[in-house]
């Protein structure tokens, strides 16, 4: 089965604080993705991945940043993290030419206090 | 900009009762996606349906396209207490992207 991990299951961080969550998965995926879950929201594309060192801008990147520098890693960065960027964090990962659909992580709880 | 609406938000069912969750596109789908995300949980793929018209089951659970590649729905049969959750579909959007339902959140009355 392929695997999601992301690195912290709960986050508080202080407004300002330059935050990372780190996703891996070890399936090979080409294609990674970072949404946020707000309830009443849904889930909202934050950036994906669909290549190393490609990016491209989801329906809310503003005030978050990702890198992507070996293919099974996905990094969500908060510059400066302020209390509305408090939710719940989600990594997902595909394959190029799979059939199935997307494989999520636990997700990360973030609280920015 | 392109959306799938998906209702209801909520269904209170006992137990034993059917479930129905229905999606709607402003556009044809390439393909549409169903999730289950348990309460405190993230969501788990369930299917994927691609051909105009397509019906697939799962146990007590069936999925169906649209015609028109437009609706889909999901429909369950005497639910259990294991099905209690909130079901998205997704629609597919370009290469990689996935366009989400607001999801159903389907309740057993105690």
């Known amino acids: 089965d392929v695997k999601v991990t992301q690195s912290s299951r709960y986050l508080v961080k202080r407004t300002g604080e330059k935050v990372f969550l780190e996703c891996v998965q070890d399936?090979?995926?080409?294609?990674m993705f970072w949404y946020r879950q707000d309830p009443g929201l849904g889930l909202r594309l934050i950036y994906f991945?669909?290549?190393?060192?490609?990016?491209e801008k989801g329906d809310i990147p503003e005030g978050y940043s990702v890198s992507r520098e070996k293919k099974e890693r996905f990094s969500l960065i908060l510059e400066s993290a302020s209390t509305n960027q408090t939710s719940m964090y989600l990594c997902?990962?595909?394959?190029?030419?799979?059939?199935?659909?997307?494989?999520f992580g636990s997700g990360t709880r973030l609280t920015v206090v | 900009g392109q959306q799938v609406m998906q209702i209801p938000q909520y269904q209170h069912v006992q137990e034993g009762e059917d479930f129905t969750t229905y999606c709607n596109s402003s556009?044809?789908?390439?393909?549409i996606q169903w999730y289950k995300q348990r309460p405190g949980g993230h969501p788990v793929f369930l299917i994927q349906?691609?051909?105009s018209g397509e019906v697939k089951k799962q146990k007590r659970l069936t999925f169906q396209f649209g015609e028109a590649k437009k609706n889909s729905s999901l429909h369950i049969t005497a639910t259990q207490t294991t099905d209690v959750g909130t079901y998205f579909c997704?629609?597919?959007?370009?290469?990689?992207?996935?366009?989400w339902g607001a999801g159903t959140k389907l309740i057993i009355k105690p």
């Open positions: 997704a629609g597919q959007r370009g290469n990689y992207q996935l366009i």
């Open positions: 556009t044809t789908l390439s393909n």
């Open positions: 349906l691609v051909k």
């Open positions: 399936m090979d995926h080409e294609n």
């Open positions: 991945s669909y290549d190393v060192k490609m990016k």
């Open positions: 997902a990962s595909r394959g190029g030419l799979s059939n199935y659909g997307y494989t």
